[in-house]
């Protein structure tokens, strides 16, 4: 699909307008899902809709969702407060947004050097993360649940190449979340914006590099026309989970056979959403390399140190921070991401390194 599509759809800016609340006739409840992505962005604009379809046909259309794009009634980073106040039902966004609420919601979406895309699901519903999200969230009236994830993002776009750690300083890089934090603490300017908006900011200069997602939704929003040099791994967003917020209010207003539907909608679309993520990402990133002569390349070793050692300095700082429940939610991501990760090494990561050392076809 052709960037320009989403362009027009993603105009940021749009006044607020606060709408009436929910009708319910005949048991009928009309939400409003308000996105923080253009419409049918690939990525996250497919998987805001297919939310908004699946609510509603779980429910047997008792709860008709319609999907507003960013723009549309809100900003895209003003669906977290839309729903927090009322004006919607519910939002479709990532966490990675809302560090200025509090830094320790930052943990429930990525992590750099974190949770792969099955390990913070399994953080979430085996390993207590979920009881720490409702708690954050429950702070700003709103019921969280994880609906999807991109897994392992890229380092980035950038229109030079990069050699080492010193390379980095003083960069424009578009970012956001805790990966922002990890940029600053390398020398560069981290900046937080859109996907539409940061081609534009690449293409005038007013960045030097960024990250989005991959290669699936970097492709179509054109990113390769304007920084040829495409950088991985992502140890910023080892993965990056999209959720869904409820007003709670309205979410506690509901039978509980409807909290269900909410519940099982979101749940059951967090794997199809990572495995088409993991498709498409593979499929466009073989169409970036032989179509458009897109440079891949990995980061050098002492960028991915010196990354590390910033990552590091910023959990102490999660760790001790003033905020009782930012420190809980720290330990709890950290004992999972050791308890697993200690295991991985005889799983995943025995299975991937035997197959690409000995495949026999």
């Known amino acids: 699909m052709e960037r320009r599509k989403f362009l027009k759809a993603s105009a940021i800016g749009t006044a607020a307008t606060t709408l009436a609340a929910p009708a319910i006739a005949q048991d009928v409840r009309n939400w409003k899902l308000v996105s923080a992505w253009p419409k049918n962005l690939p990525g996250p604009g497919v998987a805001a809709q297919t939310l908004a379809d699946r609510i509603t046909t779980l429910s047997g259309g008792r709860i008709n969702v319609t999907l507003y794009a960013a723009g549309e009634i809100v900003p895209g980073n003003g669906v977290f407060d839309a729903v927090s106040e009322g004006t919607a039902e519910l939002y479709h966004a990532v966490p990675a947004y809302w560090g200025s609420k509090s830094k320790g919601i930052l943990l429930f979406g990525s992590q750099p050097f974190g949770l792969r895309a099955d390990e913070q699901f399994g953080w979430m519903y085996h390993g207590g993360g979920q009881a720490l999200y409702d708690e954050m969230y429950s702070r700003f009236g709103i019921k969280p649940f994880l609906c999807g994830n991109s897994g392992p993002q890229w380092a980035g776009w950038f229109k030079t190449e990069i050699n080492s750690a010193e390379d980095l300083k003083g960069l424009k890089f578009r970012t956001t979340g805790i990966a922002s934090q990890m940029a600053s603490k390398l020398g560069m300017a981290a900046e937080a914006m859109s996907g539409p908006a940061m081609f534009q900011a690449l293409q005038t ?157």
């Open 205 to 361: 200069g007013a960045l030097d590099a960024g990250e989005f997602i991959g290669p699936w939704t970097d492709s179509a929003l054109g990113y390769f026309q304007v920084a040829p040099h495409y950088y991985w791994p992502g140890v910023g967003e080892p993965s990056s989970a999209e959720e869904c917020g409820v007003n709670a209010e309205v979410y506690g207003d509901l039978p509980d056979d409807l909290k269900e539907v909410i519940t099982q909608a979101c749940n059951g679309l967090y794997n199809p959403v990572w495995t088409e993520y993991m498709t498409k990402h593979a499929q466009s990133l073989k169409t970036l390399i032989e179509e458009h002569n897109v440079q891949v390349h990995k980061l050098p070793d002492d960028v991915i140190a010196t990354m590390g050692t910033a990552a590091g300095e910023i959990m102490e700082e999660y760790r001790a921070d003033e905020d009782e429940l930012v420190r809980r939610i720290a330990e709890s991501f950290l004992a999972y991401r050791d308890l697993v990760g200690g295991y991985m090494t005889y799983a995943d990561n025995g299975q991937m390194n035997a197959r690409a050392g000995a495949l026999g076809y």
